[in-house]
């Protein structure tokens, strides 16, 4: 089993990044994805979460306070892969982000996750 990210790397203010999760050997569509990252010194705080809702490939999406319009989550099902679209990232979003996965779940809690990325590092800086 493997759950990898991919993406990450160094960006001006107000630019964008792309980052995606690809699973292998399971099934993305049996899980509620989520998104977190942490920043140095800190804890690991969810950004956004793809939610599995009985059986339906596509679940509700939620996103944290801080990145609410700037970030959009989604799955593509045939690639087995959720990725996160980041634009008009700021300083204060350098961090390692990592991505997990909650067995059919209706939410991304950091305590319930099956299966967590190796983390991606992405930095905002000028």
């Known amino acids: 089993l493997h759950f990898v990210e991919s993406g990450g790397g160094l960006v001006q203010p107000g630019g964008s990044l792309r980052l995606t999760c690809t699973a292998s050997g399971f099934t993305l569509d049996d899980y509620a994805v989520g998104w977190f990252r942490q920043a140095p010194g800190k804890g690991r705080d969810e950004v956004s979460c793809?939610?599995?809702?009985?059986?339906?490939?596509?679940?509700?999406?939620d996103y944290a306070d801080s990145v609410k319009g700037r970030f959009t989550i989604s799955r593509d099902n045939t690639k087995n892969t959720v990725s996160l679209q980041m634009n008009s990232l700021k300083p204060e979003g350098t961090a390692v982000y990592y991505c997990?996965?909650?067995?059919?779940?209706?939410?991304?809690?950091?305590?319930?996750?099956?299966?967590w990325g190796q983390g991606i590092q992405v930095t905002v800086s000028s």
């Open positions: 793809i939610n599995y809702i009985h059986g339906h490939s596509d679940g509700k999406t």
């Open positions: 997990g996965a909650v067995w059919r779940a209706a939410a991304c809690v950091a305590t319930s996750v099956n299966y």
